[in-house]
C-alpha cells in the first residue's frame, strides 16, 4: 500500500516537473538586433533596425533611444524582423532598445552626426588620443577613467569635454546649429586623476549623450562616445541670451611709503552649464594672475602718495533659461562617493547649517519626507508662505532671517542652503545680478541644489515670493517657475563661496558683503601703505542680443 502511494507521489511530481518544463520552453526568447541603419546620423532621420523577435505588431511594444521612447506617431512600420521610426527631433543619441512583452533586447549605438566635432585640428602623431572610456555609460557625477596617450603629466590648459546641447526653435533644421560640448567644473570637483596615459573625471553637470574628447595645447583627441544613464528627469536649456556688460574700481593713493604692494580681486563672470561662452572684450590693465580662483588677480607695487589708478573690465556671456522636470525623485546611485555631497553639507560662517535652530527648523519642515528632491521642495515652499519677502537690502544673513520671519535674495537664499544642508542636500548660494526691461542691473542671490545622477537645480525664493526689483520682467507663474528652473535675465559672478587666500600673512585685508560676487577677500594692502579709497562701479550692460 505504502510502495502504490510513493508511486503516486513520484507521478504527480513529475508531471508538475514536465508541466514547468513545458512553461519555460513556451516562453519566447527576448528580441534580437542584429543591426541598425543608420549606425550615424542626424535627430528626425529615419531609423531601420533589423533582427529577429520583434513581433508582427507593435500592440505594447516600443524602441527606446537612450533611455527615451519615441511617440507612437513615429512608428512607420513594424515586423517580426524590421523596424522603422523616426529618431526624435529633440531627443539624444545613446544605446537603443527593442522592448516586447517585458523583455529587452540587446543594445545597439546610434550616434549624431552633428556631435562629430571636427577633426582637423587633431595632432595624430602628438596629440591625445582615446583608447577606452570606463564605463562607457554612467550618470550625472559618476567617476569616469579614460585611458589612452599624450594626455600630459599635469593638466594645466587641457580639459576633458561633454557633449552639451540647447533646444533649438521647431523650425531650425537639425544640421544647422553645431555641436557644443560641456567642460568639467571644479566646482563638482571633476578632476580626480589627471595622467600621461590615464584621466579620472566625473560626468558633469549639463551633459548628454554624446562624443567627448580629450582637448590639450598639442590637439584635440578623437571623438568618443559616452551615453549619459540613470536620469531622473530631463534638463533643458533654451532661450540663448548674449549680454556685453562693463564693470570698474578706482583706486587712490592718501598715504604710503615703499614699499608697499596693493592686491585687488576683481570677480568675472562664471562659467556653468547655463552661463556658456564667457569672453574677455577689454581691459585696460593686465593681470598680475589671470583666473585666480574665478577672479583677476591685479597687483600695485609701491604705491605713493597721489597714485590713481582705474580697473575696467568688459565680457560677452551667454546665458540660457534652464527648466527641469523630475519624473523619478529617487537619484541613481553613483559609482563612488559624490565629492560634491561630502563638501556641500558642511556649515560654514555664510551658511550656518549646523545651528540648532537651523537644525530645528529644517527637521520640522521635512517632517519624515526621505527624497531630496521633495525635501528641497519643501523648504522652499516654507520659505514662501513663511517669510516676509522685500526687494530692499536688509542686514544679517541666514539666522537673522530665521529669526525675523524677513528676507530679501540674500538671507533667503543663504536660509535655503542652512536648511537644506541641515537635512543632508548639497545646495551653494549663487550671487550676480538681475537685469530688467531698461537693462540696468540690481545685485541678487539666489541657489541651487545638487541630486545625485542629475546635477545643479536651480530655485530663486525672493523672485518666487514675488518680491522683484523695479521693471524686472517677473513671470505670473513665478511661485511654481522658480523653483527648479531659472530665467535668462541674470548674470553670476559666483556659484558657492569663492574663497581666496591672502598674498602676505601680515596683509591687511577689505572683505565686502552683499556684493554681486560672494568671495572673502576683494583687496589687501601691505607694507607701508597706509591709506588708500577704492570706488567698485555697479555692474553696467552695454549691449543685449
Not at 538586433?33 to 532621420?45: A, M
Not at 594626455?151 to 557633449?163: E, I, K, Q, Y
Amino acid at each position: 500500500m505504502r510502495l502504490i502511494q510513493y508511486r503516486k507521489t513520484i507521478l504527480f511530481l513529475s508531471a508538475i516537473i514536465l508541466c514547468l518544463g513545458f512553461l519555460v520552453s513556451c516562453r519566447e526568447d527576448p528580441p534580437q538586433i542584429n543591426s541598425i541603419e543608420p549606425t550615424i546620423g542626424r535627430l528626425g532621420d529615419i531609423l531601420t533596425i533589423r533582427g529577429t523577435g520583434f513581433g508582427t505588431e507593435r500592440h505594447q511594444s516600443f524602441i527606446t533611444i537612450a533611455g527615451t521612447p519615441p511617440t507612437s506617431s513615429a512608428y512607420l512600420s513594424w515586423s517580426n524582423e524590421e523596424i522603422s521610426v523616426q529618431v526624435p527631433e529633440f531627443g539624444e543619441a545613446g544605446l537603443v532598445y527593442v522592448h516586447r512583452g517585458g523583455q529587452r533586447s540587446n543594445p545597439a549605438l546610434f550616434a549624431n552626426m552633428t556631435s562629430m566635432p571636427v577633426l582637423a585640428r587633431t595632432n595624430i602623431a602628438n596629440g591625445p588620443r582615446i583608447t577606452s572610456i570606463e564605463p562607457a555609460s554612467g550618470p550625472i557625477g559618476s567617476l569616469i577613467t579614460i585611458h589612452g596617450g599624450n594626455f600630459g603629466s599635469s593638466r594645466n590648459d587641457s580639459g576633458v569635454f561633454f557633449s552639451w546641447g540647447a533646444e533649438q526653435p521647431q523650425a531650425t533644421p537639425a544640421g544647422v546649429h553645431q555641436p557644443d560640448f560641456v567642460e568639467i567644473s571644479e566646482a563638482e570637483f571633476g578632476y580626480e586623476l589627471w595622467g600621461d596615459r590615464e584621466i579620472r573625471v566625473r560626468v558633469p553637470d549639463g551633459a548628454i549623450s554624446g562624443n567627448l574628447e580629450v582637448r590639450t595645447p598639442r590637439g584635440n583627441s578623437q571623438a568618443v562616445f559616452f551615453e549619459i544613464t540613470g536620469r531622473p528627469g530631463t534638463k533643458v536649456y533654451r532661450d540663448r541670451r548674449t549680454y556685453v556688460l562693463a564693470y570698474r574700481t578706482d583706486i587712490r593713493v592718501d598715504r604710503a611709503v615703499a614699499p608697499n604692494t596693493l592686491f585687488i580681486w576683481m570677480p568675472q563672470p562664471v562659467v556653468s552649464s547655463s552661463q556658456r561662452n564667457v569672453r574677455l572684450l577689454s581691459r585696460n590693465i593686465e593681470p598680475f594672475i589671470e583666473n585666480y580662483r574665478g577672479t583677476s588677480l591685479y597687483q600695485f607695487n609701491n604705491t605713493a602718495p597721489g597714485d590713481r589708478w582705474e580697473i575696467a573690465l568688459s565680457y560677452a556671456v551667454e546665458v540660457y533659461a534652464v527648466e527641469t522636470n523630475i519624473r523619478n525623485q529617487a537619484p541613481p546611485r553613483l559609482n563612488r562617493p559624490s565629492p560634491v555631497r561630502a563638501a556641500y553639507v558642511l556649515a560654514t560662517p555664510l551658511v550656518p547649517s549646523n545651528d540648532p535652530a537651523i537644525r530645528a527648523q529644517a527637521t520640522t519642515i521635512i517632517a519624515r519626507e526621505a527624497l531630496p528632491y521633495a525635501r528641497a521642495q519643501r523648504i522652499y515652499n516654507w520659505l514662501l508662505t513663511t517669510l516676509e519677502f522685500q526687494s530692499a537690502p536688509l542686514s544679517g544673513g541666514a539666522l537673522e532671517a530665521l529669526e525675523e520671519r524677513t528676507a530679501d535674495s540674500y538671507r533667503a537664499a543663504l536660509l535655503f542652503c542652512a536648511l537644506a544642508r541641515a537635512v543632508d542636500i548639497p545646495a551653494i548660494p549663487v550671487a550676480g545680478v538681475l537685469i530688467n526691461r531698461q537693462g540696468q542691473t540690481t545685485k541678487h542671490f539666489w541657489a541651487e541644489f545638487w541630486l545625485d545622477g542629475f546635477g545643479w537645480v536651480p530655485l530663486d525664493p525672493t523672485l518666487g515670493a514675488g518680491a522683484a526689483p523695479f521693471d524686472f520682467n517677473l513671470r505670473e507663474d513665478h511661485a511654481g517657475y522658480y523653483f527648479g528652473n531659472m530665467d535668462n535675465q541674470r548674470i553670476a559672478f559666483s556659484r558657492g563661496e569663492r574663497f581666496l587666500y591672502q598674498m602676505t600673512p601680515r596683509g591687511r585685508t577689505v572683505q565686502r558683503s552683499r556684493e554681486f560676487s560672494l568671495q572673502n577677500l576683494w583687496e589687501e594692502a601691505t607694507g607701508g601703505l597706509e591709506s588708500y579709497s577704492s570706488l567698485w562701479s555697479d555692474v553696467t550692460i552695454t549691449g543685449v542680443y
